[in-house]
């Protein structure tokens, strides 16, 4: 494989920063560009920046992980012959759904994120990962967007790597959730600390809400996620469950 035309610079262990805080430093052509982790935007635009600096560098196992644990819930619900539609929310370029495809196979497998260079990404690095990709904003989609999203009868509903930030609002995850089917299996990850005691934000609010009302939790799994630029490990939960009825918040 060639070797990408640019070179990155990771803080190191003198630079502890939150996670939504992280940057790299990109050297390419000449010039050098500070770059968020969470400017998906940004790192999707360069070919082989994203895989390069998270799964490479910083070891990011999450799109395995979430897809190993549906997989062992499919096999231990026998639902391994059945045709599965799947809705792949925040699909970013494609790693998921290319983990889907490997792992699991997919009768439908269908994208949907908000970002543009995200579905330029998974069509120029992943072509034929998906059946349809679709750019969306399911915090306030329109009727049609509603009606293309529910023809396609979704059974599985998976997130890897996306929620408990900012990068997709609860209400977007609701959305996506209650275009799915009752009975339909849901595998998201999300930072451990959101299932602390001591953690007040609006996610943690709308997982306990969910599980009490929603969602019947059948798989959760502590790992590491990935590295942060200090060296640190990060911390995840990957969560599969099973959709019992519409979430209403």
Not at 26 to 52: N, T
Request: charged residues 30%; contains cysteine.
């Amino acid at each position: 494989m060639d070797r990408p035309l640019f070179e990155i610079q990771i803080p190191g262990k003198d630079f502890r920063l939150d996670q939504d805080e992280e940057w790299i430093i990109l050297h390419s052509e000449g010039h050098e560009e500070k770059i968020y982790l969470h400017d998906y935007a940004r790192l999707y635009k360069i070919p082989d920046l994203y895989e390069e600096v998270i799964h490479k560098r910083l070891k990011c196992s999450s799109p395995q992980v979430v897809c190993s644990l549906l997989k062992k819930e499919l096999e231990k619900e026998g639902k391994g012959l059945i045709k599965l539609r799947i809705l792949d929310f925040g699909a970013g370029n494609g790693m998921v759904g290319e983990c889907l495809q490997e792992e699991i196979g997919c009768d439908a497998l269908i994208g949907v994120d908000i970002i543009p260079e995200a579905l330029e990404a998974a069509l120029r690095d992943r072509p034929g990962t998906y059946d349809h990709y679709y750019l969306m904003d399911l915090n306030q989609p329109n009727a049609s967007e509603e009606m293309q999203l529910n023809a396609w009868n979704f059974n599985v509903l998976i997130t890897v790597g996306a929620l408990g930030f900012k990068d997709i609002p609860t209400r977007a995850f609701i959305n996506a959730f209650n275009i799915i089917e009752d009975d339909a299996l849901v595998a998201f990850n999300v930072k451990d600390k959101f299932f602390s005691e001591d953690d007040k934000s609006e996610f943690r609010s709308l997982l306990d809400f969910m599980m009490k009302e929603s969602l019947e939790l059948l798989q959760k799994k502590r790992y590491c996620h990935r590295l942060s630029v200090s060296g640190e490990e990060l911390y995840y939960y990957a969560i599969v469950g099973k959709k019992l009825k519409q979430a209403v918040a």
